[in-house]
């Protein structure tokens, strides 16, 4: 890792047994874990990576008190959070509010103060899987307008934590493109325009540099939080 990012406590948060992944070599049932194991090889300098929960999905049968003891004590000393999304991250037969990766979205967010040091919220980064046929047009779509070039985020198929952290920039005037080619409410936004910013896993996993210029990104996005309208619950 590079020196910027270098030390960094990460916690990742991810959908255990979502199988609609690109194959990894020498992995037959290949799921959104498996992608998990490659990052914590390509962290190896980071000796503190956090993992989401692995298994047991539905949370109904948990209180709330549980559950922040389970996520808590994790989430508290990390800085960056990284959420793998994955075609089937999001369960349709359980409400939100029983799966894990709301949850783990939310307490990355929020403030603590323990023992007199406070833990702020983590940075966000969402790195985006390949489904099983190697594609990311399931969420991220290239060129989609042939006079900005710009991308398109199907941000309808994520957890309401995340879709309601992205595009959240409060002078959001000030951050639409002025391509003719798009109506005033719908033109594209550029730069920084989402606390939790989106990079597709075939960018991110390059080499070292990659990951620590994704890393940074969300760091310093981290750094002008309150630009952003954060969704915390």
């Not at 999304?85 to 037969?93: A, E, G, V």
Request: glycine share 2%.
């Amino acid at each position: 890792m590079g020196n910027k990012v270098k030390g960094k406590k990460v916690f990742i948060s991810y959908k255990h047994a979502d199988t609609d992944v690109l194959k990894l070599p020498n992995i037959f049932n290949t799921t959104a874990r498996d992608y998990v194991n490659v990052l914590q090889e390509m962290f190896e300098e980071t000796p503190h990576i956090y993992k989401g929960e692995e298994d047991d999905n539905d949370l109904s049968r948990f209180k709330d008190s549980t559950i922040e003891s389970k996520l808590r004590n994790k989430i508290y000393d990390s800085t960056v959070t990284i959420i793998l999304i994955s075609n089937n991250m999001w369960d349709k037969t359980y409400p939100e509010d029983d799966q894990w990766i709301p949850w783990e979205i939310s307490y990355s967010l929020k403030e603590y103060k323990r023992e007199g040091r406070a833990s702020l919220s983590n940075a966000l980064l969402a790195v985006v899987l390949p489904d099983k046929n190697g594609s990311y047009d399931y969420y991220i779509q290239e060129n989609t307008c042939a006079t900005c070039n710009c991308r398109s985020l199907s941000t309808y198929k994520l957890f309401r934590m995340l879709r309601k952290n992205m595009f959240n920039i409060k002078k959001s005037k000030e951050q639409r493109s002025n391509c003719a080619n798009h109506a005033d409410d719908s033109k594209p936004y550029i730069g920084q325009s989402s606390y939790v910013c989106s990079v597709k896993w075939a960018d991110f996993s390059i080499d070292d540099t990659s990951i620590d210029k994704y890393l940074k990104i969300a760091l310093d996005v981290n750094e002008k939080i309150n630009d952003y309208d954060i969704t915390y619950e």
